[in-house]
């Protein structure tokens, strides 16, 4: 089970969504225990708990602080395939220290997310909580133009025709995922005009194992795990 919890600040107390409560409840959690709780955006609250509603609950706050990020970022572009490996995909992702991912839409997506962004936030939070990180990564579905603006210098495309991982990396790095299919000839062509493409190794690998070992090697050279 998640470790802390989420919470809204106001004032000097905190509130708790209902999939919080819900948390609480498996927990059983009663008034007057004390919890740890973030905010996602690096506060780390200690709270002790007054309330908890049907679907809502509020404690005050006994103590705060800010919990620091390192400079490095690590930026994930995901392709929005079926749902269940996009899920577990992005899980992984957070635990591997992730700060941003994106979820794009391309010519042979099989999936679209738009109007999806609570249920990936939500994915996100949940994934967080349980590796407790106090800062959240920003989720967002995009399409496939958007990388372009939305992509550190230093991205690289995962490609089994690409060259090694290079041993030197800067300080902010993204990684380009293609879909199941595939991208298209054009979209290929366009992305390796501007990024680079690297292989993991011998084997073809589906997207999302691609995707964890690259995030991993990466993570693991920004310092993030």
């Known amino acids: 089970m998640p470790n802390i919890y989420f919470c809204i600040p106001k004032n000097d107390s905190v509130y708790f969504d209902e999939h919080e409560v819900t948390h609480m409840k ?7 225990e004390i919890v ?5 955006n690096g506060g780390k609250y200690k709270v002790i708990i007054k309330s908890i509603g049907k679907n809502e609950a509020y404690g005050n706050v006994l103590s705060y602080e800010f919990v620091e ?3 490095n970022k690590l930026v994930l572009f995901a392709p929005s395939g079926r749902w269940e490996r996009l899920r577990w995909t ?6 591997l220290g992730v700060d941003e991912i994106y979820v794009f839409n391309n010519e042979r997506a099989s999936r679209h997310y738009d109007d999806k962004q609570d249920k ?3 994915i ?4 967080s909580k349980q590796c407790v990180r106090y800062h959240f990564p920003t989720i967002k579905p995009i399409e496939f133009l ?3 603006s939305l992509a550190p210098e230093s991205t690289y495309i995962l490609d089994f025709k690409g060259r090694k991982i290079p041993k030197r990396i ?3 790095v993204g990684i380009i995922a293609g879909p199941e299919g595939g991208f298209s000839k054009s979209e290929l062509k366009l992305l390796k005009s501007k990024f680079k493409s690297i292989c993991l190794g011998k084997k073809i690998l589906r997207f999302e194992t691609a995707i964890i070992l690259s995030t991993g090697f990466f993570a693991m050279k920004l310092g993030k795990i």
């Open 26 to 32: 498996v927990m059983r959690l009663k008034e007057g």
């Open 36 to 40: 740890e709780a973030t905010d996602g």
């Open 69 to 71: 990020v390192t400079n």
């Open 90 to 95: 992005i899980e992984k992702a957070v635990e």
């Open 120 to 122: 990936l936030e939500l």
């Open 124 to 127: 996100v939070r949940e994934a």
């Open 146 to 148: 958007d990388i372009f």
């Open 170 to 172: 800067s300080k902010s």
